[in-house]
């Protein structure tokens, strides 16, 4: 007989079928057992006779012949798609025993409850929740639309490089790789790559995983993430690419919605109106609102703080209704070499952050595109031009006027579903205390380096 | 006025428009220009008078506006799709300039007679030729069409973390990273995350890069490629991996064949013939009809040599009218410690590998799901069972029946075009020599370590 889906039972009322999956709960009621059996589509009751599940614990992995009925009118459960029937065993194969699980994690508050230290520690285990499943169903789907939204808009998909010969996006925030006998990195940023290919396909997106060495642990950086790249030849404007940048955003929350709505409804937050348009504000004029709000004088840093992102995105909703805010014009010094400056305003640059909720998911901006002005720059920003002679190979014979943009994956889909911490994002967050294993638990700790310094920023 | 592409003029005849692109080659004619106008949908002929062309050269961007105009009967150029038509300039604007390029590398044939070196040493400008371009068009489509039939399938994406605590499929060819105070390393498969993620969504793929420290220079290894990886629960039997293997090769190949007509007319291979049930074979069968078919008798060998993956394909192709062939039963010594060995004969194991054209382009096979027995497993291939603790808790707590198998994109583009080294099948390749620039170029080498064995396999 071939295996069914669990959802698939509704529609074989009185006939004998075979379901597989885990054993979700047990619950015995003297002469008649009842398993939840739960698969890849949800939750059927299985009903038994004790002897046919003797030892069947929670978790087992079953293969379960039996006829699908109709449940009592009373013992309907409108919860579950299959509430409305229930399989009478009549044949139960074990196909793998499971050790007792060590806590419960099963429903959305047991989950809720777990810390997570203990949510990271047994991942494998925790990550069968359905309420964690969701935020994973909800991570593909991003993905997915931003790709088929890009290639509906005529963008070419390619395979960025992970390992690189230069930092392209500066800073000592890189991680180094033993590369025979070289030296290598891994990609702070598909973004070199990203400007090559533009040479060839005019636009182009990638979506690839980048790396920070970041030592502060906070609550919105992971060393490893999935950064969703774009980049566009032929703007008119750098004002272009917030135009795509948030089609492409409305785009993906509208998928989202449509194919997520079981996801969504196990989380408090709701998709956000997308009728709404975008606000666009430059940075200084950000920090006088601020200012303004709260008597908080930041107007002289450099770059907004994680309390003045908030406090921005506070005012976008009092004052536009939107849950996003486009923050332009970011101070030169504070972007990288390849950053168009404000032909009006040298200090500051042609750049965007988008904000959702609180928090920066989206960083971009018009590139320099004239071989001089770029060579100029790599040097200005301390760099060594024959480190990157291949890059500049692509300006020396002609890059249009362009820019792009990345959208931080795991960012999103934590402002959607309201996640407190950016590592329930990712099935197998890294950071400076764990890759998959803490690592004070690992043998394998370097005895030449010092440790790295940490500061808890919020 | 807004701009269209090249290929949207030929509707647009008698009309002003404006388009935009790299010039591709110029020919002078006394009192008027011809330019050859590239964009990314293909070339456009532009007729100027001298005066308006005067600075222009090779690989300059142009953004042009003029009049369509029907070209005179014997000037129709067929092999262009917008042959029949050329566009008359009235005004021209240089986006941006272009140093002369260092050799011709436009058409099929320049690009061919290229060395290697020089392909690869020059990548951001001859990626820029119809022909090479045209293998990144089909190295896109081929990974959309492995998501897009995935999915079809009810399979679920995720995203593999590439810094790894331990070498999941062991050997030393492994790359280090420097992480915080810690050791880590770059990911050689998704192996141990797919089979986490089964325990969720049962069916789980997911478009990683995977990381082969190779010191042997051959054409057809790379340092860092691109994975298509794939992971199914409950499944019968491990043929049912093979079976999913085959649908899902054939239609990659058919999506290719639909969208990628123009870029495979470049190339002479042409798509197989996908009518043909792909025959199966154990590796020591093959072993036999190699040794009968030219006398070399690697029948005692744990593994196909290059040559034998030739000959066996060979073989296939005479007896079986296939381009592909399955090879099974890899002896259990030469595969992960996961593989499992096929109860009848535990000296050999429920694996396979798909060549195609004479390649190994698929490895896979039935993984172990019991837990005593894995962990008997890891500790045979001389493993710290703690280091796979994490991973080991999923099968703690039950994973069905289940195997899984993985494509390498790069081949299957090479295999299909019929390319001579799986460098010209990924846009920046890694190796021993290269990461972009060649390194011995590189001012980085270090000096604690000795250079990397290197010896040279074909």
Same mark, same amino acid.
């Given at each position: &007989?071939?295996?069914?889906?669990?959802?698939?039972?509704?529609?074989?009322?009185?006939?004998?079928?075979?379901?597989?999956? *885990?054993?979700?709960?047990?619950?015995?009621?003297?002469?008649?057992?009842?398993?939840?059996?739960?698969?890849?589509?949800?939750?059927?009751?299985?009903?038994?006779?004790?002897?046919?599940?003797?030892?069947?614990?929670?978790?087992?992995?079953?293969?379960?012949?039996? @006829?699908?009925?109709?449940?009592?009118?009373?013992?309907?459960?409108?919860?579950?798609?299959?509430?409305?029937?229930?399989?009478?065993?009549?044949?139960?194969?074990?196909?793998?025993?499971? =050790? $007792?699980?060590?806590?419960?994690?099963?429903?959305?508050?047991?989950?809720?409850?777990?810390?997570?230290?203990?949510?990271?520690?047994?991942?494998?285990?925790?990550?069968?929740?359905? +309420?964690?499943?969701?935020?994973?169903?909800?991570?593909?789907?991003?993905?997915?639309?931003?790709?088929?939204?890009?290639?509906?808009?005529?963008?070419?998909?390619?395979?960025?490089?992970?390992?690189?010969? $230069?930092?392209?996006?500066?800073? #000592?925030?890189?991680?180094?790789?033993?590369?025979?006998?070289?030296?290598?990195?891994?990609?702070?940023?598909?973004?070199?790559?990203?400007?090559?290919?533009?040479?060839?396909? =005019?636009?182009?997106? @990638?979506?690839? /995983?980048?790396?920070?060495? =970041?030592?502060?642990?906070?609550?919105?950086?992971?060393?490893?993430?999935?950064?969703?790249?774009?980049? &566009?030849?032929?703007?008119?404007? *750098?004002?272009?690419? &917030?135009?795509?940048?948030?089609?492409?955003?409305?785009?993906?929350? @509208?998928?989202?919605?449509?194919?997520?709505?079981?996801?969504?409804?196990?989380?408090?937050?709701?998709?956000?109106?997308?009728?709404? +348009?975008?606000? %666009?504000?430059?940075?200084?004029?950000?920090? +006088?609102?601020?200012?303004?709000?709260?008597? %908080?004088?930041?107007?002289?840093?450099?770059?907004?703080?994680?309390?003045?992102?908030?406090?921005?995105?506070?005012?976008?909703?009092?004052?536009?209704?939107?849950?996003?805010?486009?923050? @332009?014009?970011?101070?030169?010094?504070?972007?990288?070499?390849? !950053?168009?400056?404000?032909?009006?305003?040298?200090? /500051? !640059?042609?750049?965007?952050?988008?904000?959702?909720?609180?928090?920066?998911?989206? !960083?971009?901006?018009?590139?320099?595109?004239?071989?001089? &002005?770029?060579?100029?720059?790599?040097?200005? *920003?301390?760099?060594?031009?024959?480190?990157? #002679?291949?890059?500049?190979?692509?300006?020396?014979?002609?890059?249009?006027?362009?820019?792009?943009?990345?959208?931080? #994956?795991?960012?999103?889909?934590?402002?959607?579903?309201?996640?407190?911490?950016? %590592?329930? #994002?990712?099935?197998?967050?890294?950071?400076?205390?764990?890759?998959?294993?803490?690592?004070?638990?690992?043998? +394998?700790?370097?005895?030449?380096?010092?440790?790295?310094?940490?500061?808890?920023?919020?």
């Amino acid at each position: &007989m071939k295996r069914i889906l669990n959802i698939e039972t509704i529609e074989y009322l009185d006939k004998k079928v075979k379901v597989c999956g *885990w054993v979700n709960s047990r619950r015995d009621h003297g002469g008649i057992v009842f398993l939840d059996l739960r698969d890849r589509s949800g939750i059927l009751q299985i009903v038994s006779k004790p002897d046919l599940v003797k030892e069947i614990k929670e978790e087992y992995v079953l293969e379960i012949e039996g @006829t699908v009925q109709k449940r009592p009118l009373k013992m309907v459960n409108k919860e579950l798609e299959t509430g409305e029937v229930e399989l009478q065993a009549e044949q139960i194969r074990v196909l793998v025993k499971s =050790e $007792v699980p060590p806590f419960d994690f099963k429903n959305k508050d047991s989950v809720s409850a777990l810390s997570l230290p203990t949510l990271l520690d047994y991942r494998p285990l925790t990550i069968r929740s359905e +309420k964690i499943k969701a935020i994973f169903k909800v991570s593909a789907e991003v993905v997915d639309s931003f790709r088929r939204t890009l290639k509906n808009l005529d963008f070419v998909e390619f395979q960025s490089p992970n390992i690189v010969p $230069v930092a392209a996006e500066g800073g #000592a925030e890189i991680f180094h790789i033993d590369y025979y006998d070289y030296d290598a990195y891994l990609a702070q940023s598909p973004q070199l790559y990203k400007q090559i290919m533009l040479g060839v396909f =005019e636009k182009v997106f @990638t979506v690839t /995983h980048v790396y920070r060495a =970041e030592p502060s642990i906070t609550t919105r950086h992971l060393s490893e993430y999935t950064s969703l790249d774009i980049e &566009m030849a032929f703007i008119n404007s *750098w004002e272009d690419l &917030m135009d795509t940048c948030e089609i492409l955003i409305k785009s993906i929350l @509208t998928d989202v919605q449509k194919d997520c709505q079981k996801e969504l409804s196990l989380f408090n937050d709701e998709i956000p109106d997308l009728k709404v +348009k975008i606000p %666009r504000l430059k940075m200084r004029e950000a920090q +006088k609102i601020i200012f303004e709000r709260t008597g %908080r004088d930041n107007r002289k840093e450099p770059d907004l703080e994680p309390e003045d992102e908030r406090e921005i995105c506070k005012f976008a909703r009092d004052k536009y209704n939107s849950e996003f805010i486009f923050i @332009t014009h970011y101070p030169t010094k504070k972007r990288p070499f390849y !950053t168009y400056p404000d032909p009006k305003d040298i200090d /500051h !640059t042609l750049s965007f952050d988008l904000l959702f909720r609180g928090l920066e998911i989206v !960083t971009g901006g018009q590139r320099i595109n004239d071989y001089e &002005m770029l060579v100029k720059n790599i040097k200005k *920003w301390g760099n060594d031009v024959k480190d990157f #002679a291949f890059y500049l190979q692509a300006f020396k014979y002609g890059i249009p006027p362009e820019g792009g943009f990345a959208l931080g #994956a795991e960012r999103i889909v934590k402002q959607l579903l309201g996640l407190e911490n950016i %590592r329930e #994002a990712t099935p197998f967050p890294r950071d400076t205390e764990r890759i998959d294993q803490r690592l004070s638990l690992s043998q +394998k700790r370097k005895k030449t380096k010092t440790k790295p310094k940490k500061k808890s920023k919020k």
